[in-house]
């Protein structure tokens, strides 16, 4: 079966500082990544994906995540951020075979502090 | 932009009542999926629907719970009778398929489920 882990609870940043959350997962096959955003009384959105190729994906709104596979980790960065950016962030991974459930972590409330 | 919507935003009901939760996913997609927050948990799986036919579904999802499509465009959670546990917020995801291609699911906004 498949899990996912987010170590950090709750971020509180300033705005300018560099981000990084880390996700974890465990899963026997080629997977699937994502990392979705909820902002404030918003839906999840997605921010940014990996199925294949270049492990360093680029989302939008500034985020990357590198996919490692030796690790199973799949992290969000952002050099710089806002505070917009103040949301919750799930990480999540299906299987490769497509069109498969999401297996969510448990999210990391961002805060960011003007 | 196509977006999966979601209705009623906040139902309230008393335990043991019946609910039917509605969604409409977008128009082209041919995956649907519900999925429920409790509040402070993680975003948990329900069950998964392609072809008028459920396609996984989870353990969470027992006799209590069904999905329907009843024409087109509607997609329904429904809970035959409430718990109190089934407090939470219930997502509805559609993707419009593709095996082992792109694979998103977008998200409704949800429908936060009180059950008193």
């Known amino acids: 079966a498949q899990s996912v882990s987010q170590h950090n609870h709750h971020v509180i940043l300033s705005e300018a500082a560099s981000l990084e959350l880390g996700c974890n997962y465990s899963y026997g096959g080629t997977v699937n990544l994502f990392w979705y955003v909820q902002y404030p009384g918003q839906h999840l959105q997605l921010l940014l994906k990996?199925?294949?190729?270049?492990?360093l994906v680029k989302g939008i709104k500034g985020f990357e995540a590198e996919f490692i596979k030796s690790k199973f980790s799949f992290n969000l960065r952002k050099p710089s951020v806002q505070w917009s950016d103040t949301a919750e962030y799930f990480c999540a991974v299906t299987s490769n075979f497509g069109n498969e459930k999401l297996t969510f972590g448990t999210g990391t409330r961002l805060t960011i502090i003007p | 932009e196509p977006e999966v919507t979601q209705t009623p935003s906040h139902q309230v009901t008393q335990m043991g009542q019946e609910v039917i939760l509605r969604c409409v996913p977008i128009?082209?997609?041919?995956?649907f999926y519900w999925y429920r927050q409790i509040l402070g948990q993680k975003v948990e799986f329900l069950v998964s629907?392609?072809?008028?036919?459920?396609?996984?579904k989870s353990e969470i999802f027992d006799d209590q719970f069904s999905v329907e499509r009843p024409d087109g465009s509607n997609f329904t959670l429904k809970i035959r009778s409430t718990k109190l546990e089934d407090s939470a917020m219930y997502f509805c995801?559609?993707?419009?398929?593709?095996?082992?291609?792109?694979?998103?699911?977008?998200f409704g906004p949800g429908t936060r489920l009180t059950v008193l």
């Open positions: 128009s082209n997609h041919l995956y």
């Open positions: 990996y199925f294949s190729g270049d492990p």
């Open positions: 995801a559609s993707d419009r398929g593709g095996r082992g291609g792109v694979n998103e699911q977008f």
């Open positions: 629907f392609y072809n008028n036919e459920i396609s996984e």
